[in-house]
């Protein structure tokens, strides 16, 4: 990208700004998402703020359609190639790229909005101490339509990944979270990531706007993974995955402890009901658990399609 105040050619370019470091990396990994690449460099191109580079992994795709439009790409962004290893090895190896100290994780079949990476960043550099990432609310697209609030709440994070998609941080703090963990091929690395970042002590900042646009596909599989694998079968299995990772943080009096220090209006899920999903998670085999959950909490994560934009609870669901 062309840095900002530069000539009056910013769009997306790759060599001819090699010498320039910019202040944001956009870290995107892409396995065969190739039809998604048209509508992310409108996305890119329409920024209102144009100090970045764009780093695109190539996670072993095999669609020849995605080889292609990615091999058209390399005079306008950073394109890197590696055998597929999954969307944690695909980010990691994006941020051993980049050059900015600002790093921002786009999956390639999102988009964001003209004064997204404007208002992040904006965000970040005035944001108090102890802030280690931004991100803004949902607008969905694709099978789904509406909108979602997102929040960060440390106790509510064991429960529901409130913050999965589009992290804004600097480079230290991605450093200090230690990466996403590339053994977690299945799903969740984006949830296991963000509670390593609020274990660091690091808190989460909201921009109350729709600003990325979170594509939903008819089923719900997202091709920026190595393999489209339905999370919704796989809750129990996943859930009890991230429960490991983070055994100290799930014991009974840890989990009270943490409630009682998140009490700043920011929860959403009750004491009860965060216990109650852990219990439910330890006691029923992970198939019935999974079903128990999709009964209990099926309501709508986002407000109606057409309604004002609100503070709506929607993305907060008990369990993943």
Known sequence: MAAAGSSSDQGPKGSATAGHVPTVSVIVPCFNGGHFLDGLMVSFDAQTFRDFEVVI??????EPETRRKLAALETRVRIVRQENGGPSVARNRGVREARG???????????????????????????PPGTGMVFADLRLGGAEG??????????????????AN??????????AAGGYDETM??????????????GAGF???????????????????????????????????LWRAIRERHRESFRPLAMLRLWRQSRDGSG???????????????????AVFNQLIKRLHRGP????????????????????
């Not at 992994?57 to 095999?62: F, K, L, Y």
């Not at 003209?114 to 970040?124: C, N």
């Not at 509406?146 to 913050?163: A, E, I, K, W």
């Not at 994560?301 to 993943?320: C, F, Q």
Request: aromatic letters at 12%.
């Open 57 to 62: 992994v190539d996670d072993g795709s095999t």
């Open 101 to 127: 100290d600002i790093l921002f994780m786009l999956d390639c079949d999102d988009t964001i909005e003209p004064s997204f990476l404007a208002e992040a960043v904006a965000a970040l550099q005035g944001a």
């Open 146 to 163: 509406g909108f979602v609030s997102r929040y960060f709440n440390r106790f509510d994070l064991l429960f529901t990944n409130t913050m």
């Open 166 to 175: 589009g992290l804004v941080m600097r480079r230290s703090v991605f450093d």
């Open 185 to 198: 091929r299945e799903g969740y690395e984006d949830w296991d990531f963000s509670l390593r970042l609020a």
């Open 203 to 237: 808190r989460g900042l909201r921009i109350p706007r729709p600003l990325y646009v979170y594509y939903i596909g008819s089923d719900d599989t997202h091709p920026s993974r190595s393999a489209g694998v339905d999370k919704r079968m796989l809750y129990g299995k």
């Open 268 to 286: 959403r899920i009750p004491l009860w009901k965060g216990i109650a999903a852990w219990l439910a998670a330890n006691i029923l085999p992970e």
């Open 301 to 320: 994560r986002a407000d109606a399609p057409g309604e004002p934009y609100g503070d709506a609870t929607g993305g907060a669901r008990v369990a993943p």
